[in-house]
């Protein structure tokens, strides 16, 4: 589990204290999160049931009582007491340990599949609060840009060269981008909360955010053989263990089974008589077996062990072909995200020299507000496809790990 988390912390450019802030917020959310406890817990229950198990029948008892009691050479027979114990047949309680520790063993990969999604999805969270923190700030150089151009258009109306329109213009556009700014704010609070639940911690508290994330030069590679050994196929076989297991127990279930008991019974004396044996107790051990005639209960289960077995498989092989789509799906969209970023760059360079062009022609004495509102627009779309870019393809990474890092 820690290499898993080094590995996702590991795709992230940004200094060494960032990484080892989110290392411990990840280990945080493993040892708090309820939902791990639950299956944790779960495993817990499943274990403490071999101890269940491995037990014998009941020992049985009995007492009677004779109101008509009787007569035999020695004397009258007053009451009785037996007792008797069942032995299943050789191997049978260890077939029982054996079963329920496999179903124990299944239960266990549950927690597996849990941590892992609970990293994919702290480190998600993590992704979506940077991209819009990364957008507000976006947005505040961008209202900070309008002030400027507005300052600007102010002084072209004084001199003629602009009309109040412009101005308007200008501070309708700054209150559309404080309005999207404070929309994100409320949604970076959600997030935030979103986050400290998956912490199971209190809402309210803060998380340090790396300042700018940056998409690596060069992906890491990606075994595609590894997705055989993710944790939720490999629950499928232990569970197809467990029903091998389950029918195991119920061969030996089906054989005899042993009983070894003893029957006292109280014999007073015969009044008035001597002899030796007068009124002697009667001690009688017993031996009994108990053979299932009637076996169509155990065959019923061998057939349904082996439906439930290829059910299993079946169900493992579907759940493969839904990782593999999904896995080939994540890597594509990160491939996409690369491209769309190299656009997002090369489309922003070209807005910003369009935008110096605007600015130079201002200084000549012309400018058109309306073209400065096109640029300032289109340069905004470009920033936050970019910030979108980096984000998915970190989100995309950190999927993409969750299926075939080991």
Not at 7 to 32: H, K, M, P, R, W
Not at 83 to 90: E, S
Not at 192 to 202: D, K, S
Request: glycine share 2%.
């Amino acid at each position: 589990m820690k290499r898993i988390i080094y590995t996702l912390i590991g795709l992230l450019a940004f200094n060494v204290s960032n990484a080892q802030e989110l290392e411990t917020l990840i280990d945080e959310a493993l040892n708090n999160n309820p939902e791990i406890q639950k299956f944790e817990l779960q495993y817990s229950i499943a274990s403490e049931k071999v101890n269940e198990v491995n037990t014998l029948p009941n020992t049985e008892f009995g007492v009677g009582y004779f109101v008509s009691e009787p007569e035999t050479r020695t004397g009258a027979q007053r009451f009785k007491v037996s007792a008797k114990q069942m032995l299943p047949w050789f191997g049978t309680i260890t077939s029982r340990e054996n079963y329920v520790s496999s179903l124990a063993n299944s239960k266990y990969e549950d927690i597996v599949i849990a941590k892992r999604k609970l990293m994919a999805s702290v480190l998600q969270s993590y992704y979506n609060m940077y991209a819009n923190k990364a957008k507000q700030d976006v947005l505040v150089e961008n209202i900070k840009l309008l002030e400027t151009y507005e300052t600007l258009a102010l002084t072209s109306v004084e001199v003629g060269k602009a009309s109040a329109v412009d101005v308007l213009r200008l501070q309708m556009r700054q209150n559309e981008m404080q309005q999207l700014k404070d929309v994100l704010s409320q949604q970076f609070l959600a997030e935030q909360t979103n986050f400290n639940n998956l912490l199971n911690r209190g809402n309210n508290i803060a998380v340090n955010l790396v300042d700018s994330l940056m998409i690596p030069s060069k992906d890491f590679d990606v075994t595609i053989e590894n997705l055989a050994l993710h944790p939720e196929l490999l629950k499928y076989d232990k569970l197809y263990q467990s029903i091998e297991q389950s029918e195991l127990l119920n061969q030996k279930e089906s054989s005899p089974m042993i009983g070894f008991g003893l029957d006292y019974i109280n014999v007073a004396e015969r009044p008035n008589m001597d002899f030796s044996d007068n009124g002697k107790d009667i001690v009688m051990p017993m031996v009994s077996v108990s053979i299932p005639i009637f076996n169509k209960k155990y065959k019923s289960q061998t057939k349904q062990n082996e439906l439930q077995q290829q059910e299993i498989t079946a169900q493992k092989q579907e759940r493969l072909n839904s990782l593999e789509t999904l896995l080939d799906k994540a890597i594509n969209e990160r491939i996409s995200a690369r491209i769309s970023y190299a656009t997002q760059t090369k489309n922003l360079k070209q807005a910003k020299d369009a935008e110096d062009i605007l600015i130079k022609s201002y200084e000549t004495g012309t400018i058109d507000f309306n073209d400065v509102l096109d640029i300032q627009e289109l340069q905004l779309k470009f920033q936050m496809n970019q910030i979108e870019s980096v984000k998915t393809y970190y989100v995309q990474s950190t999927f993409i790990n969750y299926l075939t890092q080991q």
